[in-house]
């Protein structure tokens, strides 16, 4: 084969794959607003809020640089979850949370948001350290 051939291969796959991802985050978006629709009962709710917030969190159970196991667990935990909120949630709290998702899709990112959690995440974990290394020397 080719290099030319095995170039337009790999673009083809890597644009398939950012599609796929594009397409989970709006599905994990519609699972947020879901969870938040009073209409839905509250276990699904529950498990709703931890779907979305483990999707749209950008702390993993397993970090990506963790070869293998740190993508694994977004390859296989999220679309299982999304799948499963969206199976056990009624068509018509769905239809509103996409449309929800739709409108929030169209409004510019924020990011003096992102840079606020980014800033929570990271005074949490240097707390927890600081607090170890407390208790740890003691």
């Keep these: 084969m080719s290099a030319a051939r095995w170039r337009a291969r790999l673009r ?3 644009e398939g794959g950012v599609a796929r991802l594009r397409a989970l985050r709006r599905q994990a978006l519609v699972v947020y607003y879901a969870a938040r629709d009073p209409r ?4 699904v709710r529950l498990l ?7 999707a749209l969190s950008p702390i993993d159970l ?4 963790i070869p ?3 993508l694994l667990d ?7 979850g999304v799948a499963l909120v969206l199976r056990l949630t009624p068509a018509d709290v769905i239809a509103d949370a996409q449309a929800r998702a739709d409108a929030s899709a ?14 929570a995440w990271s005074a949490a974990v240097l707390l ?3 607090a170890w290394r407390h208790w740890h020397h003691r």
């Design 40 to 43: 839905l009962p509250w276990p």
């Design 68 to 70: 293998v196991l740190g």
């Design 62 to 65: 397993i970090p990506d640089f």
């Design 12 to 14: 083809s796959w890597r």
């Design 48 to 54: 709703a809020l931890a779907v979305a917030a483990y």
């Design 128 to 130: 927890s350290w600081l």
């Design 106 to 119: 169209a409004r510019p990112v924020s990011v003096i948001a992102a840079v606020v959690i980014v800033l």
């Design 74 to 80: 977004d390859l296989v935990l999220i679309p299982v």
